[in-house]
Nanobody, 127 residues
Framework: QVQLVESGGGSVQAGGSLRLSCAAS????????MGWFRQAPGKEREFVEF???????????YYSDSVKGRFTISRDNAKNTVYLQMNSLKPEDTAAYYC?????????????????WGQGTQVTVSS
């Protein structure tokens, strides 16, 4: 069992930066691949959008085209934490951001492949 708690959300103007953190409980954090997803305002939770993912070792990272070059995912297995550094934020990045964990996947971009989810943190970007 893994429990995930996100933090670091807030309100920022376009062009600004935020760093999200996701703290995980449990001693087996380092065996989980981690992902960040987001739910835009007015959209149902089942339509969460893939943002970024990182392999259990941190060696492999994956990004959606919409955030590539602006967002960076990283992890610190000693601290049981995964991060999402978000730069050059745009109003269309406004969403609730969720971190998720999975030991196994067939498609790391697909939300259904993730077993555990946090409660989310809100990011609002104003123009």
């Amino acid at each position: 069992q893994v429990q995930l708690v996100e933090s670091g959300g807030g309100s920022v103007q376009a062009g600004g930066s935020l760093r999200l953190s996701c703290a995980a409980s449990g001693r087996t954090f380092s065996s989980y691949h981690m992902g960040w997803f987001r739910q835009a305002p007015g959209k149902e939770r089942e339509f969460v959008e893939f943002v970024a993912a990182i392999s259990w070792s941190g060696i492999s990272t994956y990004y959606s085209d919409s955030v590539k070059g602006r967002f960076t995912i990283s992890r610190d297995n000693a601290k049981n934490t995964v991060y999402l550094q978000m730069n050059s934020l745009k109003p269309e990045d406004t969403a609730a951001y969720y971190c998720a964990a999975t030991k196994y996947y067939s498609d790391i971009y697909r939300s259904a492949d993730y077993e555990y989810w946090g409660q989310g943190t809100q990011v609002t970007v104003s123009s």
